[in-house]
């Protein structure tokens, strides 16, 4: 379920409908999402389910599933599932589901304990940063190539001379202490006929958008605060 990325106004009417009526909230940091439920004045109990979280937390929100319950699935903001934990928990829900079903094919229960454990993953659509920063660049048509977070060490060169070869624009997710630095490796390694757009702080107080020529935003780069989230696009003319 998408919950706002910074401005609480996001919210949408299903979001607040499926909050009060699951019977518990999984979520990356429950201190985050602890904030968003009292904001709206809402009570429920929550999960803690984030990055590192061990293979029995997972196999505890299925076993609750599985027993009736219903669960918002949320992340810290914006739509869980992109660049966060929340698929791989999607995916083992998924591939638990389709063993079940295998098993009962073949008949290896009798008892018919699996026929009714059928457990629906359905998105509550709302707020997304990438959405939200690729409508507002004037960058993209028709396609767009999402790469979320680059490797910070092992793998980048690699990754950025992968990324040099697509012939659409690409979407980073980028933290504003390694946007300079992003900003350097793009221009070595897709050179300097390259468009850039950056969406900073989406829907926060400082929210900032800007972009252009890459050698004039990195010469320009220090006219900007940088803090907060970051969202990239690069588009190669």
Not at 87 to 107: K, P, V
Not at 176 to 205: C, H, P, Q, S, W
Request: with cysteine.
């Amino acid at each position: 379920m998408a919950t706002p990325i910074g401005n609480l106004g996001d919210i949408t009417l299903r979001a607040l409908e499926v909050l009060k009526s699951v019977d518990f909230v999984a979520c990356e940091d429950t201190r985050v999402t602890g904030n968003l439920l009292k904001h709206f004045e809402i009570k429920k109990e929550m999960i803690s389910y984030f990055q590192h979280s061990k293979l029995s937390k997972i196999e505890y929100i299925i076993e609750l599933l599985l027993s009736g319950k219903n669960i918002a699935l949320v992340t810290d903001a914006g739509t869980p599932g992109i660049s966060d934990p929340g698929q791989e928990l999607i995916h083992r829900i998924r591939n638990y589901e389709l063993g079940m079903r295998q098993i009962t094919n073949n008949q290896e229960t009798t008892s018919g304990q699996y026929s009714d454990s059928n457990i629906q993953i359905i998105p509550i659509p709302g707020a997304s940063a990438l959405t939200a920063a690729a409508s507002v660049s004037g960058m993209i048509e028709k396609e767009f190539y999402f790469a979320g977070f680059l490797p910070k060490k092992k793998g980048r060169q690699t990754k950025f001379k992968a990324l040099s070869t697509l012939g659409c624009p690409i979407v980073i997710y980028e933290s504003a202490n390694r946007l300079e630095r992003t900003l350097n490796d793009t221009m070595t390694y897709f050179g300097t006929n390259v468009d850039v757009f950056i969406a900073r702080e989406i829907t926060k107080m400082f929210e900032e958008y800007w972009g252009g020529k890459i050698e004039e935003i990195i010469s320009t780069l220090k006219n900007h605060q940088m803090k907060g989230e970051i969202v990239f696009i690069i588009k190669k003319k």
